[in-house]
């Protein structure tokens, strides 16, 4: 069974709304991590997340982290067209430091 | 700065072949694995290594292989090919931190299998 479950599965936004995506998961997490994906590439690291920490920003993407109820949010200001892609959160398990864990993945459509 | 090359992109296969899918980073990174994407079903660990001659298996091992000789090549071979193994198939490579990630995964293109 996968560890983390992205929620919504698919989100449709017009350009300049925010995106807001969450990522639940089981199990004690060493780290946190959101890629991108856009339509037949390979997976782009957005931004990592330590247990420790609530929140970090990166540019326009805002991650939080709330180890009490195992689940993180991943918020996109201001979207753009260019931000139509699939995005994915994964964990590093604190007891499996060798596997991280992806979820299914939540669908984004920006439309212009 | 190549970063992480697969090859073959697509690669078509009868059931019972055998096939090597090529995974080579120029990044020095100790960390390298393959990941089998599905529809629907986010990426599933097949195979990981954390250096040259060390590797173990990940959520999805049964009918893969893999080796680890250098540093910056992780082939996974396909034994005895079936329609159930017909997915995309990523490579991804990172820095260690003792025995696991360190960081970010930096993933390659992918490689696009179907199996008859």
């Known amino acids: 069974s996968q560890q983390g479950e992205e929620d919504p599965q698919a989100l449709s936004i017009q350009e300049g709304e925010n995106a807001t995506m969450n990522c639940s998961y089981k199990t004690s997490i060493n780290n946190l991590q959101w890629y991108r994906q856009n339509s037949g590439r390979g997976l782009v690291h957005l931004i990592l997340i330590r247990s420790n920490e609530r929140e970090k920003h990166s540019g326009r993407l805002r991650v939080t982290l709330d180890t009490s109820k195992k689940s993180s949010s991943l918020l996109i200001t201001a979207s753009r067209a260019a931000d139509t892609a699939s995005y994915f959160c994964?964990?590093?398990?604190?007891?499996?430091?060798?596997?991280?864990?992806f979820g299914a993945g939540t669908q984004v459509v920006v439309t212009p | 700065n190549a970063g992480v090359t697969q090859t073959p992109k697509f690669q078509v296969l009868k059931t019972g072949q055998s096939m090597t899918l090529q995974c080579a980073q120029d990044?020095?990174?100790?960390?390298m694995s393959w990941y089998r994407q599905d529809p629907g079903m986010g990426l599933r660990l097949i195979h990981y290594s954390v250096g040259a001659g060390i590797t173990d298996q990940g959520e999805v091992p049964n009918g893969y292989n893999v080796s680890r000789s250098t540093t910056e090549d992780f082939p996974l071979r396909l034994l005895s090919a079936a329609p159930s193994q017909t997915s995309v198939y990523f490579c991804?490579?990172?820095?260690?931190?003792?025995?696991?990630?360190?960081?970010?995964?930096?993933f390659g293109e992918g490689s696009r299998l179907t199996v008859l």
């Open positions: 990044m020095n990174h100790e960390y």
């Open positions: 994964a964990t590093v398990l604190t007891d499996s430091w060798g596997k991280l864990q």
């Open positions: 991804a490579s990172s820095l260690t931190s003792g025995s696991g990630i360190g960081g970010e995964l930096f």
